[in-house]
């Protein structure tokens, strides 16, 4: 495979192989605070967008105790969720993948270097882009078409990167330094060894046990992260370990436990935030029976919009 770059109005998109040889950790802090965020008050009378940058975060936080920084990246997060860039249809599934909670159990801040593993049309890039940007960086990693044997799956993925890299050209003050890498999922590579504070992904790891793929996935993504580093996985959670060719799109805890700690992970924390004990998964189409697909159509789709989407384990790694 060719390493190439290719710098749009938004963002940058580049092979494995090239990010790997770029050096993010030197990435320059933003001038200036977003538009969009420049609402918060910060008890002197100066808006965010009035105060200045250091290289390392606004000058005010130094003097922050880790109580009053916590409070105050929380308050920077909620504001992201009311941005105007965010699609309605996004917003409106709030109530159910619940960011704030979630990305605040993952530990993600404003100063955090940031990969997140598959993030599809932009659910939560429209929001950690923005966010972790601040002071940190956000790379989206996403399938490499040309590295895919069916030419389907090309297709589909070429489609879906395109889609992402629109979405953030579209909005470069909000997007404007978030990167999208392409990788080979059958040998990841994240970038740089050691590069990244986190990793997140949403509702992945059943696809890539049904393509044989996920414990080279979550090698890739233990060696991104640096030593202490945290990796978030959300999954629908079965309610008990599912076979190897199971296409439900549930997994069991258990499972996707075994897959992190044989990649190296100790398991730090779990969170009951995305539960919903309304979920019976016995679905005739799985998992995409439930909203927001509803892959029965009008079929009984009062019912499952009363039961709401899935019911997702929420975990927390640490690379010791």
């Not at 130094?62 to 929380?74: I, S």
Request: net charge positive.
């Amino acid at each position: 495979m060719k390493p190439y770059h290719l710098l749009t109005a938004a963002g940058l998109l580049v092979t494995a192989n090239a990010f790997a040889q770029h050096d993010h950790a030197a990435a320059p802090a933003a001038d200036t605070v977003p538009k969009a965020m420049c609402g918060m008050d910060h008890g002197d009378g100066k808006k965010a967008c009035d105060m200045p940058m250091d290289g390392k975060g606004m000058k005010h936080e130094k003097g922050m105790t880790p109580e009053m920084m916590a409070a105050h990246h929380r308050e920077m997060l909620q504001d992201i969720l009311k941005g105007d860039w965010r699609d309605p249809k996004n917003t409106a599934r709030d109530k159910y993948r619940h960011p704030l909670e979630t990305l605040s159990f993952f530990g993600t801040s404003p100063h955090s270097k940031v990969i997140e593993i598959w993030p599809g049309g932009g659910w939560y890039s429209e929001i950690i882009a923005p966010y972790a940007t601040k002071h940190g960086s956000y790379t989206g990693a996403v399938n490499n078409p040309a590295t895919l044997e069916k030419e389907s799956s090309k297709a589909y993925y070429a489609k879906q990167n395109q889609t992402l890299r629109d979405k953030f050209a579209a909005k470069p003050e909000i997007y404007g330094k978030a990167v999208l890498l392409e990788f080979d999922p059958a040998k990841p590579v994240f970038g740089a060894p050691g590069s990244a504070d986190a990793v997140l992904t949403f509702r992945n790891v059943h696809n890539w046990r049904m393509s044989k793929q996920a414990e080279g996935m979550f090698a890739g993504f233990f060696a991104a992260l640096k030593k202490g580093g945290t990796l978030g996985v959300v999954e629908h959670r079965a309610a008990k370990d599912v076979a190897d060719d199971d296409k439900s799109g549930y997994v069991s805890e258990a499972q996707v436990i075994a897959l992190a700690i044989k990649a190296g992970f100790r398991l730090d924390a779990r969170s009951e935030v995305n539960a919903n004990p309304k979920d019976t998964k016995d679905y005739p189409g799985g998992v995409w029976t439930l909203p927001p697909t509803y892959g029965q159509g009008d079929k009984d789709r009062a019912k499952y919009e009363a039961i709401g989407e899935s019911d997702r384990m929420t975990l927390r790694f640490v690379k010791p």
